[in-house]
């Protein structure tokens, strides 16, 4: 009788053992799995990367590319206007998949997220009005310069030393109230993203019929690049929008989205 309990508590243990490596088999599946649907979080103020056109609608280059790659994977992709001050909160929490607004790549964000392969070169400037005196960075000294509130814009502007020499650093929530204040006359200069500044600077130049503004050439607060930000464990998602990226670069894709919103080079 003994030797049939035991015989029978060792069957049932490797019965559970397999019920046990079926099921890690299936979650190491599980997480090899793109979801159906992603969610971008995006400032939807950021031209020409992600913004409102005139009808309202979503439009720019960090949309077309979104779109494009989501294609290609065969998901489905929606984008989340978001306070780009809590980005990474709400990345955490679940609200969104994905930060795919001209985010800048930078070691300190790199603790918080994990990044897809650079897509785009930018740099951080400086923007003054035509008539400014300001010629140079060091003509700062004194001045009150505006930026958006966690934008690397603002990190640039901190780690320099011309920082300790300024009369104020004024953030906002979006660059659109800095160019108001900046056309006001509140602040004299506006540290920003370079793709957003010459974006803009263009669209109301045209508008207005003249030159309004003046980007100091030279000036800049040196070169980085742009990334998509994901949670640290969505390494397979990042790796398939990595892939799917290097492909519309292949094809000819991402040369058109290039072309189409920043001029053919």
């Known amino acids: 009788m003994k030797k049939i309990?035991?015989?029978?508590?060792?069957?049932?243990?490797?019965?559970?053992?397999?019920?046990?490596e079926d099921g890690q088999t299936e979650a190491t599946a599980g997480e090899q799995k793109l979801p159906d649907k992603i969610i971008v979080g995006l400032d939807d103020t950021f031209a020409p990367m992600g913004f409102r056109d005139e009808k309202g609608e979503l439009v720019g280059f960090d949309i077309d590319l979104a779109k494009a790659v989501a294609e290609k994977l065969g998901i489905e992709v929606q984008f989340q206007p978001i306070n780009w001050d809590s980005k990474e909160m709400e990345l955490k929490n679940g609200n969104i998949n994905l930060i795919w607004?001209?985010?800048?790549?930078t070691e300190e964000r790199k603790k918080q997220l994990l990044f897809s392969v650079p897509y785009l070169e930018n740099s951080q400037i400086i923007l003054v009005k035509k008539d400014s005196l300001i010629k140079t960075k060091e003509d700062l000294k004194g001045k009150i310069i505006g930026t958006q509130s966690k934008s690397s814009g603002e990190d640039a502007v901190l780690a320099d030393p011309v920082n300790s020499e300024l009369k104020e650093l004024r953030t906002y929530d979006t660059y659109d109230?800095?160019?108001?204040?900046?056309?006001?006359?509140r602040i004299e200069a506006i540290a920003g993203d370079e793709v957003?500044?010459?974006?803009?600077?263009?669209?109301?130049?045209?508008?207005?019929?003249?030159?309004?503004?003046?980007?100091?050439?030279?000036?800049?607060f040196g070169k980085e690049e742009y990334g998509i930000g994901a949670k640290k464990e969505d390494t397979y998602l990042i790796e398939k929008i990595n892939?799917?990226?290097?492909?519309?670069?292949?094809?000819?894709?991402?040369?058109?989205?290039?072309?189409?919103?920043?001029?053919?080079?």
């Open 243 to 265: 892939e799917t990226i290097e492909e519309l670069k292949k094809d000819g894709t991402y040369k058109k989205i290039y072309d189409k919103w920043f001029g053919a080079e």
């Open 5 to 20: 309990i035991l015989l029978l508590i060792f069957l049932l243990s490797i019965l559970m053992c397999s019920k046990k």
């Open 101 to 105: 607004n001209g985010l800048s790549i």
């Open 196 to 220: 957003l500044a010459r974006f803009i600077k263009a669209n109301k130049e045209k508008k207005e019929g003249k030159e309004l503004y003046t980007i100091l050439e030279g000036s800049d």
């Open 177 to 185: 109230q800095a160019f108001l204040d900046l056309d006001a006359g």
